[in-house]
């Protein structure tokens, strides 16, 4: 008798999550702020505002911010950016490949849903070799940023994946909250820049501290219907 399996789908963040970037972006916010003269953020805060659009990213940050002080931060962001990646990229977690590799192997399809900009992500991708590596392709482009569901939701519509059938995962309670929003069970990961208490309250159905595991952990998620 033929069985039909299912299609699955690992959406994955990318900064924290596959991307180690945490000294590139507080780097990043740091010229920026010394460009307009204001002082850099405090690094906790900052690094627990990544994953949303960068806009937002300032406006948490800098309360005070008029619209013209918000894209004047972003453009001084930006600019900084470009002159780091002239250099490289972030580099992948140790293990990002061979993980990436067994989901294929194993018939998973791959997205990413990223805070970054598709100019930003594309750079990433082409430098580390995954530019053909993800069939679904996210980004603050289009639509509403993280914690909203739309990326989730057209994750799931351009690869015809039930949402019990899709995981995300990532570092951030933004990554969780989009993905609860959408109906999809989320794996948090421990090496990106949030506790696991907070991924858990947000509504983690998984945690995983270890990269090498994670391909079981899912496997684990979707045979069990949500949590492991």
């Known amino acids: 008798m033929i069985v039909d399996t299912p ?3 690992a959406v994955f963040d ?3 999550t596959l991307l180690d970037s945490r000294a590139g972006i507080l780097a990043g916010f740091a ?3 010394d460009a307009i003269d204001v002082p850099a953020p405090e690094s906790a805060a900052l690094l627990g505002a990544v994953g949303l659009p960068i806009g937002r990213i300032v406006e948490q940050l800098y309360p005070q911010f008029g619209g013209a002080d918000v894209m004047a931060f972003v453009q001084s962001y930006r600019q900084a950016w470009a002159v780091r990646t ?3 990229a972030d580099a ?6 061979d ?4 989901l294929d192997r194993a018939g998973v399809l791959l997205g990413i849903a990223t805070g970054k900009s598709r100019r930003g992500l594309d750079h990433a991708l082409q430098y580390h070799g995954l530019d053909d590596r993800f069939l679904t392709v996210q980004t603050a482009d289009i639509g ?3 914690p909203h569901p739309d990326m989730m939701m057209r994750a799931l519509a351009e690869t015809g994946t ?7 995962v990532g570092d951030s309670v933004h990554d969780v909250q989009m993905a609860v929003a959408a109906g999809v069970p989320c794996v948090g990961v421990t090496w990106g820049f949030t506790p696991v208490h907070a991924l858990r309250a947000a509504g983690a159905s998984a945690i995983s501290d270890d990269l090498s595991k994670l391909d079981e952990i899912l496997d684990g998620l979707w045979h069990t219907g949500g949590g492991v």
Do not use: I, S
Not at 92 to 97: I, R, S, Y
Not at 162 to 168: G, S, T, V, W, Y
């Open 7 to 9: 299609l699955r789908l």
């Open 14 to 16: 990318l900064d924290g």
């Open 31 to 33: 010229a920026a702020a």
């Open 86 to 88: 002239r250099t490289g």
């Open 92 to 97: 992948l977690f140790p293990g990002v490949k």
């Open 99 to 102: 993980m990436l590799a067994r």
């Open 144 to 146: 509403p940023g993280k």
């Open 162 to 168: 039930m949402a019990e059938n899709a995981a995300m």
